[in-house]
């Protein structure tokens, strides 16, 4: 069964950084593309940052675009969310996704950390 473990959430002032850690086990981890998503209470989902299976490509949304990096580290199966100019709008639940590149169905969420901007 595949299995993630989120950390790195926390409470942070404005214009503070956090660094989210998703790390997977009983996982190709390899062969997945992976994301970061977030969903504030009220709203959708939606995706923060995304990353290739080899890690040489990104894409971030345009309301992170230059705060925030992505980055991916295969030997550990882990993928990482450098969240810097932390605002009080980023508060949310951020999840990490892993997306089969040929199927997207073939897709796995992580159970997610808690992000709170607060002064």
């Known amino acids: 069964q595949v299995q993630f473990v989120e950390s790195g959430g926390g409470v942070v002032q404005p214009g503070g950084s956090l660094r989210l850690s998703c790390a997977a086990s009983?996982?190709?981890?390899?062969?997945?593309?992976m994301s970061w998503y977030r969903q504030a209470p009220g709203k959708e989902r939606e995706m923060v940052a995304a990353?290739?299976?080899?890690?040489?490509?990104?894409n971030y949304a345009p309301f992170v675009k230059g705060r925030f990096t992505i980055s991916r580290d295969n030997a550990k199966n882990t993928v990482y969310l450098q969240m810097n100019s932390l605002k009080p709008e980023d508060t949310a639940v951020y999840y990490c996704?892993?997306?089969?590149?040929?199927?997207?169905?073939?897709?796995?969420w992580g159970q997610g950390t808690q992000v709170t901007v607060s002064s």
């Open positions: 996704n892993a997306r089969n590149p040929f199927n997207d169905h073939d897709d796995y």
């Open positions: 009983r996982f190709a981890f390899r062969a997945y593309a």
């Open positions: 990353i290739t299976v080899a890690g040489d490509s990104t």
